[in-house]
């Protein structure tokens, strides 16, 4: 039978090695933030550069303390954080948010991340995103990014729901629904346009056009329908 001091210290222990791991993915968790920078952004040109003047750097810099303190319950602190860092960055984190490693948010400005969404390791996320929810029901109500997604300017995913890995969302889109690994979502609301997964994340220009393509089909039906006119109209 073991006596209460030994207990306790086993504990102590316990809690040590949980703080020591806690530091550790924290910092790992920094430090691979700043390297994924040199592999997204060609302009980056050295470490101190990223250090001072990307927003995205400060913004998951100051979430991940303030997420630390929500999951400690600490009071009005956390909240705080994260108006601080809306106020310096333009980009607003709830400290609820759960962000993986390796997460680049591009520019930044007027990104908006609500308190129970999820984003993936390596997600690139680019300015005027908004990962939020449709309504004012309680529980898990923001969406959940998987692995290596791409996000571009301006698109809304709105509601509890999952972006698979890999997935590319094109500027300006709204999705709504569940998008599946490997595909390429585009439009209002979100279609999907792309399944084989083939193609640079980062060339948006490249994306396809669903309302075009439709259109332009649309046109090639009724010229072939004036020219089935035509030729009845010679009889």
């Given at each position: ?101 390796g997460v680049f948010i591009d520019h930044g400005m007027g990104v ?124």
């Amino acid at each position: 039978m073991q006596q209460p001091l030994t207990i306790n210290r086993e504990r102590e222990r316990s809690d040590s090695k949980q703080k020591q791991l806690s530091v550790n993915i924290r910092q790992t968790n920094f430090w691979t933030d700043l390297k994924i920078i040199f592999d997204r952004d060609p302009a980056a040109n050295n470490w101190l550069e990223v250090l001072i003047c990307y927003p995205g750097v400060h913004a998951l810099a100051l979430h991940r303390v303030a997420n630390w303190l929500w999951h400690k319950q600490v009071p009005l602190l956390p909240r705080f954080l994260s108006h601080l860092g809306r106020f310096l960055t333009g980009i607003e984190i709830h400290p609820g948010a759960t962000i993986g490693k390796g997460v680049f948010i591009d520019h930044g400005m007027g990104v908006v991340i609500g308190e129970t969404a999820i984003v993936g390791d390596y997600c690139l996320i680019y300015q005027n995103v908004t990962l939020g929810g449709t309504g004012k029901q309680t529980g898990k109500r923001h969406p959940t990014l998987e692995e290596n997604v791409v996000v571009g300017a301006g698109a809304k995913i709105l509601g509890n729901i999952n972006i698979g890995n890999d997935v590319r969302v094109g500027a300006g889109s709204i999705v709504l629904r569940d998008v599946p690994d490997d595909c390429t979502v585009v439009g209002i609301p979100g279609r999907i346009v792309s399944r084989s997964g083939i193609g640079c994340p980062l060339e948006h220009g490249k994306l396809p056009d669903p309302e075009a393509h439709i259109i332009r089909s649309l046109l090639n039906r009724i010229e072939s329908l004036e020219q089935n006119i035509q030729k009845l109209s010679t009889y």
